[in-house]
C-alpha cells in the first residue's frame, strides 16, 4: 500500500503565507503525478496545482496563479505547496492526490488525509 500525508495547515491573517507539505510513502516504484485539491464548506472539491514528476510541468488553477508554487523534492517523495497572499476564500481542508507507479496493490490513486487551512482577521 501507499501513503500519502499532508502537513503544514494551520491559521493564517489574511496577506500570510503557509507552506503545506506532501509526503507519500510505502511500496511503490516512484511518483507519476502529484495534485493539490482543496474542498470549502458550500463550496465543494476543486483542483488547485499539479506537478508532473517526470518532467516538472506544473499547473494551477486560475485563482492561485502567481500566489501558490508547487515544487517537488524526487528524493523524499515529497512535494511542498507555497502559499503566499492567503485571502479568506482560501479557506479549505487541502487534499494530496498521488499517482504513483509500481504500487501493486490494484490501484495507482492515492489520497491524504487533509489539513485545515483557515485564513481569517
Known amino acids: 500500500q501507499v501513503q500519502v500525508v499532508e502537513s503544514g495547515g494551520g491559521l493564517v491573517l489574511p496577506g500570510g503565507s503557509l507552506r503545506l507539505s506532501c509526503a507519500a510513502s510505502?511500496?511503490?516504484?516512484?511518483?507519476?503525478?502529484l495534485r493539490w485539491y482543496r474542498q470549502a464548506p458550500g463550496k465543494g472539491r476543486e483542483f488547485v496545482a499539479s506537478?508532473?514528476?517526470?518532467?516538472?510541468?506544473?499547473n494551477y488553477e486560475d485563482s492561485v496563479k502567481g500566489r501558490f508554487t508547487i515544487s517537488k523534492d524526487n528524493a523524499q517523495n515529497t512535494a511542498l505547496l507555497t502559499m503566499n497572499n492567503l485571502q479568506p476564500a482560501d479557506t479549505a481542508v487541502y487534499f494530496c492526490?498521488?499517482?504513483?507507479?509500481?504500487?501493486?496493490?490494484?490501484?495507482?490513486?492515492?489520497w491524504g488525509q487533509g489539513t485545515q487551512v483557515t485564513v481569517s482577521s
Open positions: 510505502g511500496r511503490f516504484s516512484s511518483i507519476s503525478n
Open positions: 506537478i508532473n514528476w517526470s518532467d516538472g510541468r506544473t
Open positions: 492526490n498521488t499517482i504513483v507507479i509500481g504500487s501493486r496493490a490494484g490501484t495507482n490513486d492515492y
